[in-house]
Structures are given as C-alpha cells and as structure tokens.
C-alpha cells in the first residue's frame, strides 16, 4: 500500500552571529532540515531585535559573543520587549553554557556546529512545541467546559457575543483579528490571532499559516500542488494559502476528530 511521505512541522529561524562566515555555514546545514525556514540573518543584536519584531522567528540561534551587545544582552531584550520566541546559544567557549541554561534558554551548540546536534535540537524543539499545543488545548478544553457556548470578544467600541461555529474564518490585523463570518459581515475585535486561537481550539479551529485560523467545519477541499485550501459557508467559497507541512498536520486532525 503506498504510504505519503511525512511533511515536518515548519519551523522559521533566525540566526544572529557577527561573522559573516559563521552565519553563512550555519544557514547551510538548517536549510538541510525539512521544514526549515531561515526568515532572516542578523550581524548584530540591535539588528536582531529588529528583525524578532518583523518576521517572528520560532528559533533564535545566537552567538554569545559579539561586540556592543552580547547573546546574553539581546535575551534580556526579548523579555522587556515580551518577544515570545525560543533561544539556542551558539558558542566556540562551553564555559558559557551554565550562563545559557540560567537565562532558560531551550539548548546550546558548540562551535564548529556538528549536523547531527543541530538536528536532535531541532527535533526536540518540534516536540516540546507539540506537546505544549496539546497542554493547551486540554487546559482550554476543561476550562470552557462549563461554560456557555457564546465567548466574549472585545471589540473598539465594546464587546460582542460570538458561537464558535458561526464563524468562517479570523484573520490577524496587527495586535487585532478580524472575525468573518461570511458574506462580508466582519468583527474586528482587539485580540491577536494567538489569543482566538487559544479560545477556539477546542472548536475544530485550525491555523493554517502565522495570519489565519479556520473553522475546519467548513473545511472542503485541500490543494498540495497550489498551497491552498477552499472553505465554504452557504453559497461563498474562499480559497486560503496553506503551507504543505501545515496541509499534512490538517489531515491528521481531520482524521483524529
């Protein structure tokens, strides 16, 4: 019986070394990885925060030394600027891998970067992002139990009530979502997409890529070749980008419910 191939979880990374050389290699061996995107590049730690800000990187591989501001300096950044993202140090001196472990960063690599440990890292990274998504949706689960099936959304001018399943599809605004529900009758409500997403997982939602979260009920057709899927409510079909990684994990989900 022929069996598809298993499309890994996508994972965007940033790498932040000062020399050039150092960043170059280890783009090489993360782009070896499937699943693996390298979003950005960054020479230094004020350029990295930039880049944190602009293409929310899952992955942060970062060199410890480097001059102006250290590793160690550029973490102390992303906590004052609550950037939720997960740090591998990178570094020629192990001495400094009791100082990573004590600013909770997720490992660290030795220079020269051997391919075997930056793929346990990588795959252990997948792992624990995949558990801590099932300990959510169980805590979500149990938390809305008991509770009425109309949720809550603030909204610019107030609130609005909402049943999960009348909605179509959300789309992230900056630091806002947009709720649609269909022929063209749209919420904006003053919650980021991370936040519905936490709300409506326990109902058949699903996010298919950084800006969108569906309503797999009306779920109807999944193209691998076009990267797309179609949602239809009614009379009104939408086609969607989809990642093919993300295509895969929609189907096991279908298939589990």
Not at 45 to 68: G, K, S
Not at 102 to 123: C, H
Not at 199 to 213: A, G, K, Y
């Amino acid at each position: 019986m022929k069996t598809e191939n298993h499309i890994p979880e996508s994972v965007r990374v940033l790498i932040v070394d000062d020399e050039e050389r150092a960043r170059d290699l280890l783009e090489i061996l993360l782009t070896r990885i499937p699943g693996i995107e390298v979003c950005g590049k960054a020479g230094s730690a004020d350029e990295a925060l930039n880049m944190v800000i602009a293409c929310v990187p899952d992955l942060v591989f970062l060199d410890v030394q480097m001059p102006e501001k250290n590793g160690f300096q550029l973490v102390d950044y992303f906590r004052k600027y609550l950037l939720n993202t997960t740090v591998v140090f990178v570094t020629a001196h192990a001495e400094f891998a009791i100082s990573a472990l004590k600013v909770s960063a997720f490992d660290y690599l030795l220079k020269p970067v051997m391919m075997e440990q930056l793929n346990e890292t990588v795959v252990r990274f997948r792992a624990e992002r995949l558990h801590r998504l099932q300990e959510r949706k169980v805590d979500r689960l149990l938390e809305l139990s008991d509770k009425p099936n109309n949720l809550k959304f603030n909204t610019r001018t107030g609130y609005i009530l909402v049943k999960p399943d009348e909605i179509f599809y959300c789309e992230a605004d900056v630091n806002y979502t947009t709720l649609n529900f269909g022929n063209n009758n749209k919420e904006v409500i003053t919650v980021n997409l991370g936040k519905v997403e936490e709300l409506l997982l326990p109902h058949s939602f699903f996010r298919i890529s950084r800006s969108v979260l569906v309503n797999t009920s009306f779920l109807k057709k999944a193209d691998r070749q076009k990267k797309k899927c179609l949602l239809v409510k009614n009379d009104e079909k939408i086609w969607l980008d989809i990642p093919p990684g993300n295509i895969r994990e929609l189907e096991k989900l279908i298939e589990n419910s």
